[in-house]
């Protein structure tokens, strides 16, 4: 079997420089960089980081409210119902990847699948693509998960290329709209056992939805956090909504928190998204000596009023 090709292009990327980096393995179909995203360049553009995609699967089987897989996948017959790309294909894309790039990459496996949703079949996939991370020590993969299936990564050793990403929000919030989900209880819990295990363990707190009472609710939920175990990164995003997603969801009951229009979307309206984000971010600082905080699709005018230089992001699925 010929080795898939490894295709390069060059890429504006957030500092202002150009830089020689990885589009896709082969085909795509596993390894491809996420770059639907343009350089911002007006104050409604969002800031996103262009960063690789492991693309083991697609789907997943929670029912979150406002999943934007259920417009990317509106047209599938199978449509959000999880579906597993062949592990030999997956490994021979990843092998390729890993043996000839030397600049160190975050593989994201989360983007369009859950990643740990697969962990209770007879061929989990922690159990196969860790071990294929863990024998060099350039490239990390990462798993974005709402689930608490966590007994294999626990089992895994080394885990030094890993890092695991829980998707948190406000526990009503997460009861009203993240349906079928494991409780927040229950995967701040699994963070912090992969935390006492030595695992790099991030947080994303996305969509923060400002339902009545939101302050009390989230700032409840950062608490609740620190109280178990330390984030080695925070990532906060607000409720957002490509019109795809919207079209394709069922429970529309949470789009009427959209009123502002940018290139990802419909999103909630800038002066509350900045006291959100103001409020979270001062609770870190002010109670817990934390700031390694940065946003998910936010756009550059939120960056400059809340005095943060997004040319040096550190969000989630980056360095």
Not at 45 to 61: Q, S
Not at 85 to 93: L, N, T, V, W
Not at 187 to 198: H, N, P, V
């Amino acid at each position: 079997m010929a080795k898939p090709k490894v295709m390069i292009k060059e890429y504006k990327v957030l500092n202002g420089s150009r830089e020689s980096l990885v589009q896709q393995v082969g085909d795509g179909s596993i390894i491809k960089r996420f770059d639907k995203t343009p350089f911002p360049l007006k104050q409604t553009n969002v800031v996103c980081p262009h960063f690789l995609e492991l693309k083991w699967a697609y789907g997943c089987p929670f029912d979150c409210a406002w999943c934007y897989l259920k417009g990317t996948f509106r047209f599938l017959t199978t449509g959000t119902k999880p579906v597993i790309k062949d592990y030999a294909k997956i490994g021979s894309h990843t092998k390729r990847f890993l043996n000839e790039l030397t600049t160190p990459e975050i593989l994201n496996t989360g983007e369009i699948a859950d990643s740990l949703m697969w962990e209770n079949s007879s061929k989990p996939f922690s159990k196969f693509i860790v071990p294929l991370f863990e024998q060099q020590n350039g490239h990390k993969v990462l798993f974005v998960t709402k689930s608490d299936h966590i007994g294999n990564l626990l089992e895994i050793n080394p885990h030094d290329q890993v890092i695991v990403s829980f998707s948190l929000n406000a526990d009503k919030v997460a009861k009203r709209w993240e349906r079928g989900a494991p409780s927040i209880a229950r995967r701040i819990e699994a963070g912090r056992k992969l935390s006492q295990a030595s695992y790099e363990v991030r947080i994303r707190i996305d969509p923060i939805v400002p339902i009545p009472q939101w302050k009390t609710y989230y700032t409840n939920l950062i608490d609740q956090i620190f109280t178990r175990f330390v984030p080695a990164r925070i990532t906060l995003g607000s409720l957002r909504g490509l019109q795809s997603t919207i079209n394709g969801a069922a429970d529309k009951s949470w789009v009427k928190y959209l009123n502002e229009s940018s290139n990802w979307g419909k999103k909630v309206g800038f002066n509350t998204r900045y006291e959100i984000y103001a409020t979270i971010i001062d609770q870190l600082k002010e109670s817990y000596g934390y700031e390694e905080v940065a946003l998910c699709k936010e756009t550059l005018a939120m960056w400059a009023k809340l005095g943060m230089d997004y040319r040096k992001i550190k969000c989630n699925c980056v360095w």
